[in-house]
């Protein structure tokens, strides 16, 4: 919980501070923010072979979280963007894939509780990001930038405290098990669940090009185009984003009953949530439109962009988790944690695509959320009319 409080207090504040205090362009500030997201998800896989190999689980989280610390302490000091976002990036990188990994080694394989402990260290994941937005956010705008960044290294280092009081009762590192032997390539079956998993990870960039704009772009236009009120409580464009994690937390245990009451086919479920991202984009090229022709000074009403993010909460909800649970289920023998890898890898392509997309687009007048609709769209189209098809490709229709 406390990481991310650290990780969403930078990340719905970056944009901001860059085009505010620093007085970055659009285009510059966006793509430094696709630049940071990016090189995190890239430096998770790093991270983990790192743990796994030579620092150990502990350490490593330890290491994370110091470095993690640094980053937002040379941000609120105002020391140079890039050495902050840099100690941030591998820090992350650390400390992610190893906590995830930790909390499966609580549980033996046929422990039924490891689903409620997943559910918990989720809960932990939305509670923490929900709460760096709304307090990150309120410092930020009302005593100044610094103040912001220093609460998510006060978070961080209460993530510490916990994480060391904790240590007693962390399970000892296990000695190496014996590890299934690893599909060949040469073995047909496991050479299309491979190439299956990778197609749906290409396509998966579709959908986080999209999710990604939420502290970019978006966040930009709820601070200059969106009433700064919601049901009567003010609220910054830093702090809208606690808006989706709320919502996650709301609607997770619903969405997980109804689709296991559907159970429709993977890859079709994942279409459906690309298609409903790219019509949130319809939404706020609609909202776009609207403000474009309101009056001088006349704003948009803060429920009608809450209303968008619900949209997007409801798409993350029907891609990101099938995508996780299609790596783990269609994965051949010793190739899960490669594969989990390109996933994550797909996670930081899209991200650097995500905030180098505004300034590719500015020369050109094309609209940045027609063509994110547009991708959204296509990649929802192709994994609904390819579901059937990759389901017997890799053998499990």
Known sequence: ????FSFYGVRSLLVLYLVEALQYSRADALSMYGMYTGSAFFCA????????????????????????????????????VGLALGLLAVGT??????????????????DARRQGGYTVFYMGINIGAALSALIGGYLAQHHGWGYG???????MALGIVVFMAGWRWLPPAPAPAQEPARAAWTDAQARRRIQVILLMSLVAICFYVGYEQAAGVMTLFVRDHVSPEFLGVPLSAAQFLAVNPLLVILLAPAAARVLSRLAWPEFRVQGIGML????????LQALQALQDRAASGQLIPAWMM??????????ELLVVPIGLAVVSRYAPAGWTATLMGAWMLAKAAAGFLAGQLYGWLLPTGLSLYAVVTAVCLAGGLLLIGLS????RHAGMA
């Open 388 to 391: 059937g098809a990759l389901r």
């Open 1 to 4: 919980m406390w990481e991310r």
């Open 45 to 80: 896989i790093v991270g983990g072979w790192l743990a796994d190999r030579f620092l150990g689980q502990r350490r490593a989280v330890v290491l994370g979280m110091l470095l993690m610390m640094a980053g937002h302490i040379a941000l609120g000091a105002a020391l140079p």
């Open 149 to 155: 960044f220093m609460a998510a290294a006060v978070g």
């Open 306 to 315: 809450v209303g968008v993010i619900a949209v997007q909460t409801v798409a």
């Open 93 to 110: 990188g650390l400390f992610k894939p190893t906590t995830t990994a930790m909390v499966g080694a609580l549980y033996s394989p046929d």
């Open 276 to 283: 409903v991202l790219g019509v949130s984009f319809v939404a």
